[in-house]
């Protein structure tokens, strides 16, 4: 089993930055990509970010492409989220996954991750 724990959600103004951290626990021998979702207020949850970990390829939704950085530190098992340029739109509990089965996989999809965060909650303000 892999404990995933996040952090650095808060309220922020448009234009502002956050830093969201996520650090994974138990097996972490077997993580394969760690990635970042997102659900707003009444909608479905949707794909924001991946790393692959091994060689750190990064995977972006287009709406976020150029304002988010997600990186990695592998000694720490802990994956990042840096948010800039922030949007009301961007308001959503954030989520970190964890995929931790081999195969071909293109991150995009919560199907291919096999363990979750609780959420960490992002409020953008116009």
């Known amino acids: 089993q892999v404990q995933l724990v996040e952090s650095g959600g808060g309220s922020v103004q448009a234009g502002g930055s956050l830093r969201l951290s996520c650090t994974a626990s138990?097996?972490?021998?077997?993580?394969?990509?760690m990635g970042w979702f997102r659900q707003a207020a009444g909608k479905e949850r949707e794909f924001v970010a991946a790393?692959?970990?091994?060689?750190?390829?990064?995977y972006y939704a287009d709406s976020v492409k150029g304002r988010f950085t997600i990186s990695r530190d592998h000694a720490k098992n802990t994956v990042y989220l840096q948010l800039n340029s922030l949007k009301p739109e961007d308001t959503a509990v954030y989520y970190c996954?964890?995929?931790?089965?081999?195969?071909?996989?293109?991150?995009?999809?919560?199907?291919?991750?096999?363990?979750w965060g609780q959420g960490t909650q992002v409020t953008v303000s116009s």
């Open positions: 996954a964890l995929v931790g089965s081999i195969g071909i996989k293109t991150y995009l999809f919560e199907a291919e991750y096999d363990y």
């Open positions: 138990g097996r972490t021998f077997s993580i394969y990509a």
């Open positions: 790393i692959n970990w091994s060689s750190s390829r990064t």
